[in-house]
């Protein structure tokens, strides 16, 4: 039966004199003074049909401490598994039980099993703590939008239309595999269609593309259409084996037809197809199409972040689509109030929240003073009370794209290496968290 916690930590848990060591006992102290938080991390970690007899698994407390870890550092599995090995402070911090040395597979599996909600929890938890220790109030706080990429390459028709094909040859061999000579028969189309994806790639002109697409969409059709005989043949079948990789048909047969319609319809009928029907990705599907301003397209998720004075992440919403910055300014502004139980005195937000009803409305909430970046057609009078408060603002504002870049380059948050869209919001809050946790251990004094 899994334990949420250590019960007895070892008396020869000391921490390094280095600043990391300094970082991670204060960290440390911080969690053994909210146990309450394991509880959280312990249902977690529950799985349907799981005994509650046998050999124990690592408990609710190192599951979380060794999360941390990870994103903090910003290691592998593999290399997070040797430095729990090796390192003293490190299996100080994550309280594993005397002997153990988890391998990198139990690390992910039971890492990755902690909910993006429980994560969400943790940090108002955190935040509830800076608060009473008035490192951060939540009076002034700043607004403003990012991107994190999913773990996709670029994506375009060509390389779409060959994945299909790839992961339908996939599954067509592991109906061979399961069933034998019984199953239907088919012809292995794969080489063919990553020849015409090639050759997609360095042809110029849209007429010799058009007719190498036409070859590679009637491959993957005709791909599909073994694949859908096969799925009916075994749909009686009552191996669990079989009902298995039916479940995988289920999952990728629709996406695959989206992505034969589509391409249909941007390269064969030269169709402009809007970006919320897009499918940009086979694996990660849940990725969205972002633009913002001039820049170059990423494929991912947009985040919209609230920092305090502190530099703390205040709030994080990750985003369906790519909603414009001024829908969700008071949408932020609502969640905040929820949390602190009153508006901030003073808001400052980059020029794309501007609007005039916002402005009226964030007013109207109790905002004393709201600044954005560029003006918008907006009076100084109107938002702030004077030009100085302005300036101030304005200039407070900017700090929050060195906190978006801390969070990019030293926590991960530039591209998410988890897989679903599950996954994805959890990768997010957990980089969130340790990012938190560090600059809170860092404002306490010691």
């Keep these: 039966m899994r334990q949420e916690r ?11 004199t280095h600043e990391i060591g300094h970082e991670l006992k204060a960290m440390s102290q911080w969690l053994d003074e909210h146990r309450d938080l394991l509880g959280l991390v312990a249902r977690d970690l529950v799985r349907f049909g799981v005994k509650a007899t046998g050999r124990q698994g690592l408990p609710a ?44 597979s139990v690390l992910q599996k039971t890492i990755s099993a902690i909910r993006p909600e429980t994560w969400e929890q943790i940090n108002r938890a955190l935040l509830l703590s800076a608060q009473q ?78 007719q190498l697409y036409r070859e590679l969409i009637t491959i993957a059709r005709a791909t599909l259409a ?18 298995l990789w039916q479940r995988q048909v289920c999952h990728y047969r629709p996406l695959i037809e989206r992505i034969i319609t589509q391409s249909e319809r941007r390269v064969l009928a ?74 901030p005195r003073q808001a400052a937000a980059d020029g794309g929240f501007a609007s005039r009803d916002n402005l009226a409305t964030a007013k109207a909430w109790g905002v004393r003073d709201m600044a954005f970046h560029k003006k918008a057609g907006l009076r100084i009078e109107d938002m702030v009370q ?26 991960g948050l530039a591209r998410c290496t988890w897989r679903g869209l599950d996954h994805f919001k959890a990768y997010v809050w957990s980089s969130v968290v340790a990012y938190n946790l560090v600059l809170f251990s860092r404002l306490k004094p010691s």
């Design 6 to 16: 250590t019960v007895q930590a070892s008396i020869f848990d000391v921490f390094a």
């Design 61 to 104: 407390e190192a599951v979380l401490r060794c999360a941390l870890l990870k994103q903090y550092r910003q290691l592998s599995y593999q290399e997070l598994a040797f430095h729990l090995e090796d390192s003293a402070s490190f299996r100080a911090f994550a309280r594993l039980p005397w002997s153990w040395n988890p391998q990198k």
């Design 133 to 210: 220790a008035k490192r951060e109030d939540g009076a002034v706080v700043r607004l403003d939008s990012t991107v994190t990429s999913a773990l996709m390459h670029e994506p375009s028709d060509s390389s779409l239309l060959w994945d299909a094909v790839r992961v339908m040859v996939r599954l067509l061999k592991q109906a061979d595999a399961l069933v034998g000579d019984a199953g239907p028969s088919w012809r292995d189309h794969c080489r063919a269609a990553k020849k015409r994806a090639r050759r997609i790639q360095f042809t110029r002109g849209r007429p010799n593309r058009v």
């Design 226 to 243: 073994y694949l859908r005989r096969a799925s009916e043949r075994l749909a009686a079948a009552t191996n669990p084996f079989i009902k």
């Design 270 to 343: 030269g169709e402009p197809v809007p970006a919320g029907e897009k499918l940009v990705s086979l694996f990660e599907s849940h990725a969205d199409i972002i633009v913002k301003g001039s820049r170059d397209a990423e494929y991912g998720h947009k985040l919209n972040l609230t920092t305090g004075r502190s530099g703390m992440i205040l709030d994080l919403v990750i985003e369906a689509g790519n909603p414009a910055d001024s829908d969700r300014l008071l949408p932020m502004l609502e969640r905040h109030i929820a949390f602190y139980g009153h508006a």
């Design 386 to 411: 004077s030009n100085w408060v302005y300036r101030k603002l304005r200039n407070f504002r900017a700090g929050i794209e060195a906190g978006i870049s801390c969070l990019k380059r030293a926590y």
